[in-house]
């Protein structure tokens, strides 16, 4: 068995799966986590308790999911003392994230001392992105000095993703040209060419892209300048707007996509202008990622919005069968004769791309 963890600063995610058939056994979370060594010790009791391990020696890997694995992990690595440095020094550029994810880390070694842990990257599928796609055009001395360059994040569900599309089209990923599309709370696309990542919209932070649920996306750099300077808002408090009042909430006061939708049927003014928003800045991605990869093979949507609404698929993307897109159950294709390519939706599974990681370094 293979325990998945997700540590976040105040919850912890965790699923158990079973290592030979990549089967989920059980799947909880802990929340208001305030000490984690009290947590893990809790979830351990609660598999032991329910009869899914017998001894935490039962579980032969802990998989956790690492938000910033900087320029240093282009894939998934069994965790020793120098990557949990490195997952140290790269704080900075995750304060928010790393972490927590080395707590879970650091409270798995302190309980079971000679476990085997891996930590599977966010960032890591994005590593293989070009020098020119990857640079922000600012001196480039803030690269060079503070790493300051597009990481991209939401990796494992992207290379997740493209890896079921190539299942679904019976050809190897690395002769495969996709566009990814992953709609959730946060939301990202990825240009995928050979079966590699090379742009995603996500940058530096996953602040950059598509407008999110609660993120702006792309603006106009100035604008922060501007609140900050002119309008004299104080800098946590521009972060916070951009971060969790901003986006889909910004625009209709609300962020879950199912309210929005309700709000735009009703004719809401605002809830039908977030949604032509929202589709609108995802087209202007499709756009240029389609030239970027030349011929593509697919556009895959995922991600609880991608995977469940219609709506959003068919004001984003043109050679769309409605009756397919409308009908879908779970996955498959939703195009039309005409068009060029397949269109997708595919569930996406990070826990399970986790566990499936981790059981090839084992
Ligand atoms: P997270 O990014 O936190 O993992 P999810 O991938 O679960 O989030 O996506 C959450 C979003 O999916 C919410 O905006 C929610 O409204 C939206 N969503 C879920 N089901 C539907 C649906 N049937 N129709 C439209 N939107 C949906």
Do not use: W
Request: hydrophobic share 35%.
């Amino acid at each position: 068995m293979v325990l998945i963890l997700n540590s976040g600063s105040s919850s912890i995610k965790y699923k158990l799966f079973h290592t030979n058939t990549n089967k989920i056994i059980f799947s909880s979370i802990i929340e208001n986590v305030q000490e984690f060594h009290q947590a893990f010790k809790d979830i351990f009791d609660r598999l032991i308790q329910m009869k899914y391990i017998d001894k935490i020696s039962d579980i032969q890997a802990f998989g956790h999911r690492v938000v910033h694995g900087g320029e240093k992990f282009n894939k998934p690595v069994i965790i020793n003392q120098n990557v949990i440095d490195e997952i140290k020094n790269l704080i900075p550029l995750a304060p928010l994230h790393n972490p927590a994810n080395l707590d879970g880390i650091l409270t798995v070694f302190k309980l079971v001392p000679d476990a085997i842990q891996v930590a599977v990257f966010d960032t890591a599928f994005h590593q293989s992105i070009p020098k020119e796609a990857y640079i922000y055009p600012i001196s480039y001395k803030f690269y060079e000095k503070y790493g300051i360059r597009k990481y991209g994040f939401h990796g494992t569900s992207h290379h997740y993703i493209a890896k079921q599309t190539a299942k679904h089209l019976n050809k190897p990923l690395n002769s495969l040209n996709l566009i990814t599309i992953h709609l959730g709370n946060g939301d990202s696309i990825t240009a995928i060419k050979n079966g590699i990542s090379i742009d995603t919209s996500m940058g530096f932070t996953p602040l950059e892209g598509l407008m999110m649920g609660t993120r702006c996306g792309d603006i106009d750099p100035e604008i922060v300048l501007y609140l900050e300077n002119t309008i004299g808002i104080d800098p946590k408090e521009v972060d916070n707007i951009l971060n969790k009042q901003s986006g889909l909430k910004g625009i209709c006061d609300k962020n879950d996509l199912r309210d929005i939708i309700k709000d735009a049927k009703n004719k809401d003014e605002k809830a039908i202008l977030a949604i032509d928003m929202f589709c609108y800045r995802i087209k202007k991605y499709i756009g240029s990622y389609k030239e970027i990869l030349g011929d593509i093979d697919a556009i895959v949507f995922t991600g609880g919005i991608g995977e469940n609404s219609p709506l959003i698929r068919e004001k984003t993307i043109t050679n769309i069968d409605k009756i397919k897109n409308n009908n879908i159950k779970n996955s498959g294709e939703i195009q039309n004769d005409k068009s060029p390519y397949k269109i997708l939706v595919i569930p996406t599974d990070e826990e399970l791309e986790i566990a499936i990681q981790t059981k090839k370094l084992l």
